[in-house]
């Protein structure tokens, strides 16, 4: 909360006169035009570009505290990256990054310009797509029984268990299931490099992502030149088409700031 009823009021207007404010910084932008984007940005700070050589920081003022991860506020900043990336080739960054004065902001440009002149050129005209591969559950049993019927080590240790006893039996079994997993898994991997290795013919660059659910075999971003989208997407219905089958679901996310290859 304010501390006086000047800087209240500063808030109230979206201003820059508050000394309790830092700076929020959405991305770095390609051109180093002073542009006033409007009061669009988080708790509704007047959002601006401000120079430096040939770059730009986006920036808005915000309470110079721990700015919450809500929902609200993450569309926010996505909304003014997204404006941003309306205007030239822009460079996104995390959500919640403060800086205490506008001087910091611009000791930061200096200090990273060059990196960010990199970056920057590798961006432009190019977004992030986002590939999601998901097996069902018929998929995954499917492939088992492929595992069961064709791996030789399994079908080997099968054969024993008619003639062991009762405990031989059961460590053949405890055996011929960790096969059965391993090998699973190895087809499951398998399965997943090549579509992930496909995929990336018409990409720049790719990385794979973390996955929160066992059944997504794939978890990937895709930075993808806008001259290349076409064929990005006609590579993706043909995975879709010829694994579709073998119960593999495929979703696709984009286009994206590209986050994934900041």
């Not at 991305?27 to 984007?37: K, M, Q, S, V, Y």
């Not at 506020?73 to 404006?83: A, E, P, R, T, Y």
């Not at 490099?193 to 496909?198: F, G, K, M, V």
């Not at 930075?223 to 694994?243: G, S």
Request: net charge positive.
């Amino acid at each position: 909360m304010p501390h006086t009823r000047k800087e209240a009021k500063a808030r109230e207007r979206g201003g820059w006169s508050s000394v309790t404010e830092g700076r929020y910084l959405y991305c770095i932008l390609d051109g180093a035009e002073t542009r006033n984007l409007g009061k669009v940005g988080i708790q509704g700070g007047e959002v601006r570009v401000l120079p430096y050589e040939s770059v730009g920081a986006v920036i808005s003022p915000v309470p110079f505290s721990e700015i919450e991860s809500n929902l609200v506020n993450i569309l926010v900043h996505q909304k003014v990256v997204d404006l941003a990336r309306g205007i030239g080739t822009a460079l996104p960054v995390r959500f919640g990054i403060i800086f205490k004065t506008e001087e910091g902001v611009k000791k930061m440009l200096s200090k990273s310009y060059e990196s960010y002149r990199t970056k920057l050129h590798k961006l432009k005209d190019r977004d992030e797509f986002g590939v999601k591969v998901i097996l069902n559950d018929s998929g995954l049993k499917r492939i088992r029984q492929s595992v069961e019927a064709d791996s030789e080590e399994v079908v080997a240790t099968r054969k024993k268990l008619p003639k062991s006893g009762r405990g031989t039996s059961y460590l053949l079994r405890l055996k011929m299931e960790e096969a059965i997993k391993n090998q699973l898994y190895k087809k499951i991997e398998d399965l997943s490099q090549q579509i992930y290795t496909r995929l990336g013919a018409p990409a720049d660059e790719r990385t794979v992502l973390k996955s929160d659910h066992e059944q997504i075999i794939l978890n990937a971003a895709y930075l993808i030149n806008r001259r290349e989208v076409e064929r990005f997407q006609k590579e993706v219905e043909a995975v879709r088409k010829d694994f579709g089958g073998e119960g593999l679901i495929v979703h696709t996310s984009g286009p994206w700031a590209p986050y994934s290859f900041c």
